[in-house]
């Protein structure tokens, strides 16, 4: 079985290689699902590490049905990738009712050209996941990470064991809270990979806990927070006048 570490910083990526990980799924905001890290964090990686490296393609938190601007912002995203000479890149679109975004989804895959790609977890959305394997697979998917449409792979293995069974040329990615006590599961069931992010959590003391640089609205992924246009016009004229 070969394991994926999804990181979120140079130093993870670093621990990932030194223990022995097989690949290192790169981005930011572990927390908000991940999107796709800086060019500076990508150029770093790419200097320092070894292994194969995908990408994640993930402009903001949230839904995964995108504006043309968001959807714009990917296509670059894979360039700066491919460009930088990375293995694969890891992404997704859906309609609005939660089917593959057929057209977005084929851009996505001609634009990495040479490189894996990964449809991630936006697979966990769709309504049809064995239909939905078909259609991924008539389009060149190369694999899909997906927690088997539950809050966790675990609970998610019978759907995964099943998609995995059904796949032909398309590897099935658990991933989703797989850890040192389940982990035996997912390899008796033939796997290939899983994916996990083998994080510890450590308190900082550089916080000043009076005024928190987060905004708990913003953090909310059934809302999207869009500058407006009508909100700046109006305070540029008034500051202005």
Known sequence: MLVEVCTNSLESALNAEKAGADRIELCVELGLGGITPSYGFLKAVRDQISIPVHV????????FVYSEEDF????????????????????GVLNPDFSVD??????????????????????????????????LEK???DSILSSGQQLSAIKGIDLLTQLNSNSSNCSIIPGGGINIDNVS???INAFKWIHLSASEIFDINFNKEELSMNYLPYLDE???TISSATIVSQIVNKVKL
């Open 56 to 63: 994640l393609i993930r402009p903001r938190s949230g839904d």
């Open 139 to 141: 389009l060149g998917v």
């Open 185 to 187: 599961d997912f390899k």
């Open 72 to 91: 714009n912002v990917m296509l670059m995203d894979v360039e700066i990738c491919e460009n930088l000479g990375y293995e694969g890149v890891v992404s």
């Open 102 to 135: 057929i057209g977005r989804t084929q851009m996505l895959i001609k634009a990495s050209r040479k490189m894996s790609f990964t449809f991630h977890r936006a697979f966990d959305w769709v309504e049809n996941p064995l239909e939905t394997l078909d259609v």
């Open 222 to 224: 059934r809302k999207r």
